[in-house]
């Protein structure tokens, strides 16, 4: 690991502090041309003496706007502190944990994955439209029917087609078979540039596409592509509990990362993270926001420091070797959850390497879903799975009596069937 260690907590506490002081004070420097203070005193009160030993908290009082992209020409001078701090943070995820060259990527702190993905396929459209003269309707989006709803929301903003590729039911990969005929069926209409999303973890089933599904397709057609890894939720995940996964920057293909902070990091929600490989972000410069030094590449425009700060806490507070552990541990207690179901004979599906396992509903009655809140598939009478997922607040006890329940349940129906 190149940036990636674990600080004491004072020295937590001096980088945040020291970060502050490098941007503008509200509360005592003259910056008359900012349309933006510290956060209301009457409501948030900056004296508070908690606030010393919570950098953090003194971030959000302090309200930094990191508007802008830091990886990327010039930003605004008043916040240069969180600034770096922000890219501290994307240095760890894109070099230590990503395997980026140092210096070849560029990328931001987001309010959350769907923007993430939302910039990555804008991004590519525009790639497309600036270096080819596409038309709209010569881009597509390929995401297989189990990707997040972003990328339809995605489709419907930017105006560009959805191609949806089915997966199997029981093994949760992308048909092959049916992407290949999808992908001729595209041309067949015109289709010339693929903005492609592989999954690195849906948010139903955990499940990971292997890029090179696609990538095999693609270029048996020999089309224009860019990819896409939408690791909102697996990107904490993955890369530590398969050490050898090669869906990362030294995969040539791969041009862009989605990741979310506010899942299993735990940061503060409204916390995603987005990173391309250098110079791609400039394809949606907003030359109109002459106002902003640097001017503007990012779908949100302004966004909070502390978001940063919250992020580069939890991170420098762990180091790469704690964190590893807490992955360990969550593994564990899936693997635990698996080896129950087994017992029982229960269908489900896990991926090997993620922290959710999806039962198939016919095994799970409404009422004990409800007890323990597993979410479905579909909020409708023709649900096929809930799924558990195996976050931190997931102890071993609450397995067991989900298990103890599930038992009994299955020997009431046997001795009611006999």
């Known amino acids: 690991m190149k940036f990636w260690k674990k600080l004491k907590h004072e020295q937590l506490k001096a980088r945040i502090q020291e970060a502050l002081l490098e941007n503008v004070n509200f509360s005592n420097d003259a910056s008359l041309g900012y349309p933006a203070s510290k956060l209301d005193s009457k409501v948030f009160y900056d004296d508070a003496p908690f606030l010393k030993d919570a950098p953090t908290l003194q971030t959000y009082v302090a309200n930094p706007n990191n508007i802008g992209c830091h990886t990327f020409g010039t930003s605004e001078k008043a916040f240069s502190g969180t600034q770096k701090i922000e890219k501290e943070v994307l240095n760890v995820l894109a070099v230590d944990i990503f395997k980026s060259e140092e210096d070849n990527f560029d990328g931001y702190i987001a309010p959350g994955g769907t923007e993430a993905n939302i910039q990555a396929i804008w991004i590519f459209r525009n790639y497309f439209m600036n270096h080819f003269q596409a038309n709209l309707n010569e881009i597509a989006i390929i995401a297989s029917e189990d990707t997040h709803y972003s990328i339809p929301k995605a489709a419907n903003l930017l105006q560009i087609e959805w191609i949806k590729i089915p997966v199997d039911f029981n093994k949760r990969n992308i048909l092959i078979s049916q992407l290949d005929i999808l992908l001729t069926e595209a041309q067949s209409r015109n289709k ?186 579909q909020h409708t009478n023709d649900n096929k799975w809930f799924k558990i997922v195996l976050m931190d607040h997931v102890e071993i006890e609450d397995l067991t009596n989900f298990i103890e329940d599930l038992r009994i349940l299955y020997h009431e129906e046997k001795r009611l069937t006999n």
């Open 192 to 377: 010339k540039y693929f903005i492609v999303v592989s999954n690195l973890g849906t948010t139903m089933f955990g499940s990971v596409d292997n890029p090179e599904d696609y990538i095999q397709i693609l270029e048996k057609y020999k089309v224009n592509y860019k990819l896409h890894i939408d690791g909102a939720y697996g990107g904490f995940v993955y890369p530590f509990s398969n050490e050898n996964s090669l869906i990362n920057f030294t995969n040539p293909k791969i041009s862009s990362i989605t990741i979310d902070a506010h899942k299993m990091l735990q940061a503060p929600y409204g916390t995603g993270v987005f990173i391309c490989r250098k110079n791609l972000i400039k394809n949606v410069l907003t030359k109109e926001a002459e106002y902003v030094e640097g001017m503007d590449l990012t779908l949100c425009g302004s966004r909070s420091g502390a978001n940063a700060v919250a992020v580069w806490m939890i991170l420098f507070t762990y180091g790469p070797f704690s964190w590893f552990e807490k992955i360990s541990i969550l593994q564990m207690r899936t693997s635990f959850l698996c080896n129950e179901l087994d017992k029982l004979k229960i269908d489900y599906f896990r991926e090997p390497f993620m922290n959710i396992v999806t039962i198939k509903s016919k095994a799970i009655p409404n009422e004990l879903a409800e007890k323990y809140s597993l979410v479905p598939q």
